[in-house]
């Protein structure tokens, strides 16, 4: 199992720029995230999915999009980037089992915006 | 809204020394409780949680106790390394969506040998 895996690596945009930061997990698990980490701030929640065709906000969603259209893709959509924007992006997925609820991450995209 | 407040920000400990990290959340509806550790340049990955109808539990070295009634957990990790340096977070949900962790804001973990 390759786990969750993120695309592209490093991204660097000019403000205004649109762009999707891809996510996809292969353990077909419900739950999928994504979070953003800043220096001090911790990981911040942006979007999250309970499952194919259901998302809700989470504590930082505003300049970001999400969608699920399949259980194993969730794709973060940046509509019109901003310098606030530069940031460290992480994707997450976990099951709504009961014997692990462990969110296992992928190892994140690296963003700037100038 | 949910919140997780995490102290210190940074903690340096002598090799062999024991540290502790607090967390304390708002949420009273949270019953899942993981702690994460992030090495420089790598993704979080988990080292220990606690589910809310326990009140502590162990890992060789580490351990994490759970106060309900005061929303408070911490993570203990006694006979400190120098691989234990490392930037820990605490996080809080509901088992029924762990998709919605709410994380603490972290802490440096110096260990000098």
């Known amino acids: 199992n390759a786990g969750v895996t993120q695309t592209p690596k490093f991204q660097v945009l000019k403000t205004g720029q649109s762009m999707t930061l891809q996510c996809a997990q292969d353990?077909?698990?419900?739950?999928m995230s994504w979070y953003r980490q800043d220096p001090g701030m911790g990981l911040r929640l942006i979007h999250y999915?309970?499952?194919?065709?259901?998302?809700d906000q989470g504590e930082v969603p505003n300049g970001y999009n999400v969608s699920r259209s399949t259980t194993e893709d969730f794709p973060l959509r940046l509509l019109s980037a901003a310098p606030s924007q530069t940031s460290v992006y992480f994707c997450?997925?976990?099951?709504?089992?009961?014997?692990?609820?462990?969110?296992?991450f992928g190892p994140g995209t690296r963003l700037t915006v100038t | 809204g949910e919140n997780v407040e995490q102290h210190p920000s940074t903690l340096s400990v002598q090799e062999g020394d024991s540290a502790v990290i607090k967390c304390t959340y708002s949420?009273?509806?949270?019953?899942?409780f993981p702690w994460y550790k992030q090495e420089l340049g790598k993704r979080p990955q988990l080292i220990i949680d606690?589910?809310?109808?326990?009140g502590e539990k162990k890992d060789q070295r580490i351990a994490v106790t759970l106060n309900k009634t005061a929303k408070h957990f911490s993570l203990h990790i006694t006979e400190t390394q120098p691989e234990d340096s490392a930037v820990y977070f605490c996080?809080?949900?509901?088992?029924?969506?762990?998709?919605?962790?709410?994380f603490g804001q972290g802490t440096t973990l110096q260990v000098k040998p």
């Open positions: 997450a997925s976990s099951s709504s089992g009961t014997v692990s609820y462990e969110q296992y």
């Open positions: 353990m077909n698990h419900e739950y």
């Open positions: 999915s309970v499952g194919a065709g259901i998302t």
């Open positions: 949420d009273s509806a949270s019953n899942y």
């Open positions: 606690i589910r809310s109808n326990v």
């Open positions: 996080a809080a949900t509901r088992r029924s969506n762990t998709g919605k962790l709410i």
